[in-house]
């Protein structure tokens, strides 16, 4: 079993829709990062989360530490956010190392 | 906005040969980092570097990999004795912290091709 799992793998959505990308893992973790892979091959880091809930722009990341569980909301999509998304956890036992999901591949039609 | 610089963007290199991938991190950021994705695949960790010095490393890191910052300002990755899968995306990141206290910036990677 993976140690972080991400679902769905691909989500298609139509431009304006509300996007949910969940994330799940099987470890402690100090915290859980949320990256953007764009088609190019660049990484942007979206959020560092230890707890509770943040917000940027249209992105909003909440995370659930009892239940091992985090997800991305994306509002009011737009074609723009067609991308890879990517969580990642810093695990309490594994020093600076992210451990990353596979990735949900997000395609925004307009 | 500051940024982490990778050079080069694509680097293609015969089987056995020796690469030096180079970055150069955002100035004031303290922890420095190798990812790699093989193409289809999930990134992974390579190794960080903190103080002049690896913090960790992966059990991909093995002896055919060291990373060095010669001049205060560089990053390098230097893989020996390339292999057919050492070919690859490396990322290098940098993070002002631990990436458990600040977020890591990444650069646009080298596309490292063995063939």
């Known amino acids: 079993k993976n140690e972080v799992e991400q679902s769905p793998q691909n989500l298609t959505a139509q431009e304006g829709e509300f996007i949910t990308i969940n994330c799940s893992y099987s470890v402690g973790i100090s915290a859980l990062h949320w990256l953007q892979q764009h088609p190019g091959g660049g990484i942007v880091s979206l959020f560092m989360?230890?707890?509770g809930k943040k917000k940027h722009g249209r992105l909003i990341a909440t995370i659930n530490i009892q239940e091992k569980h985090s997800s991305l909301h994306i509002t009011a999509s737009h074609p723009r956010d067609s991308a890879v998304y990517i969580c990642?956890?810093?695990?309490?036992?594994?020093?600076?190392?992210?451990?990353f999901g596979e990735g949900t591949q997000l395609t925004v039609n307009p | 906005e500051p940024e982490v610089t990778q050079t080069p963007s694509h680097q293609v290199t015969q089987m056995g040969q020796e690469v030096i991938l180079r970055c150069v991190p955002i100035?004031?950021?303290?922890?420095f980092y190798w990812y790699r994705q093989i193409l289809g695949q999930k990134v992974e960790f390579l190794v960080s570097?903190?103080?002049?010095?690896?913090?960790?490393k992966s059990e991909i890191f093995d002896d055919q990999f060291s990373v060095e910052r010669p001049d205060g300002s560089n990053f390098t990755l230097k893989i020996r004795s390339t292999k057919l899968e050492d070919s690859a995306m490396y990322f290098c990141?940098?993070?002002?912290?631990?990436?458990?206290?600040?977020?890591?910036?990444f650069g646009q990677g080298t596309r490292l091709t063995v063939v």
């Open positions: 990642a956890v810093r695990s309490g036992t594994s020093g600076s190392r992210l451990t």
């Open positions: 100035s004031n950021h303290l922890y």
């Open positions: 570097f903190y103080n002049n010095e690896i913090s960790e």
């Open positions: 989360l230890s707890s």
């Open positions: 990141a940098s993070s002002e912290a631990l990436q458990d206290r600040s977020l890591p910036f």
